[in-house]
């Protein structure tokens, strides 16, 4: 009696997100408010603009007053018991790191590494809204070669040792920048071609790559110890 359930409303914000995306796939103007029902049908969902859940400070419950029938004064009390939010995205993350190193005789070395950081990720520790929003994938290979086994013949004394490597990383964001609310795959559902999508996906990703070249103690040894030393 205290609290008819026809007075309460249970929302899911994924209705939320998903009237506001396919107002954004039908490219429509932002400004114009945009009107769906719930899935229970109970409820009219109004988006305008672009509101971000994400960053909501306040929340207003407005209460609307028809014209009675008798155009009599009526006095109400208008009780808001309480607001929660259930049902949270608990889905665990995973991480995963491989390294391989090889030598090349007496040519030199080589190694290369991976590493994997899935949406989620997180120690135990950690809360959710502390666990990692972004899927990360690096790799890098470098090597040290003698160059000199193969340029110069042995009889020269000249060592010329080199070091390259290539390392690149690249982060995907669980939401779209832009909507920081919406996930991007569903972002990425609002563009009519797959080609569109890959240059969007790459838009929105942190990208970072370095190579390196670098020649460091090349020298011209003595072959010959008797002979008498020069200035090189």
Same mark, same amino acid.
């Given at each position: 009696l205290v609290w008819p359930l026809e007075n309460e409303i249970d929302i899911s914000i994924n209705e939320l997100l998903g009237l506001k995306s396919e107002r954004n796939r039908n490219n429509l103007n932002p400004l114009v408010p945009y009107t769906g029902v719930s899935n229970d049908g109970r409820h009219k969902i109004t988006v305008k603009g672009r509101p971000d859940i994400s960053t909501i400070l306040t929340m207003?419950? *407005? #209460? =609307?007053n028809p014209e009675s029938q008798d155009r009599e004064t009526k006095s109400v009390c208008i009780w808001a018991n309480e607001l929660r939010v259930t049902d949270f995205d608990t889905n665990a993350g995973w991480a995963a790191n491989a =390294? #391989?190193?090889? /030598? $090349?005789?007496? $040519? *030199?070395?080589i190694s290369a590494s991976t590493r994997y950081t899935s949406i *989620? !990720? *997180?120690?135990? %520790? %950690?809360?959710?809204?502390?666990?990692t929003r972004m899927e990360t994938f690096q790799y890098d290979v470098s090597t040290t070669l003698n160059l000199? /086994? !193969?340029l110069f013949p042995q009889k020269t004394g000249l060592k010329e040792p080199m070091f390259a490597s290539y390392e690149e990383s690249i982060g995907t964001p669980q939401f779209d920048p832009l909507d920081p609310d919406v996930p991007l795959e569903a972002s990425l559902e609002s563009f009519d071609t797959e080609e569109e999508r890959q240059n969007y996906r790459q838009l929105v990703q942190d990208r970072s790559v370095r190579r390196s070249l670098n020649f460091t103690n090349v020298r011209k040894e003595k072959v010959n110890k008797e002979k008498k030393a020069q200035i090189y």
């Open positions: 207003m419950i *407005g #209460v =609307r =390294r #391989v190193a090889a /030598k $090349l005789a007496d $040519l *030199g070395n *989620g !990720f *997180g120690s135990i %520790q %950690q809360r959710i809204s502390e666990r000199d /086994k !193969f």
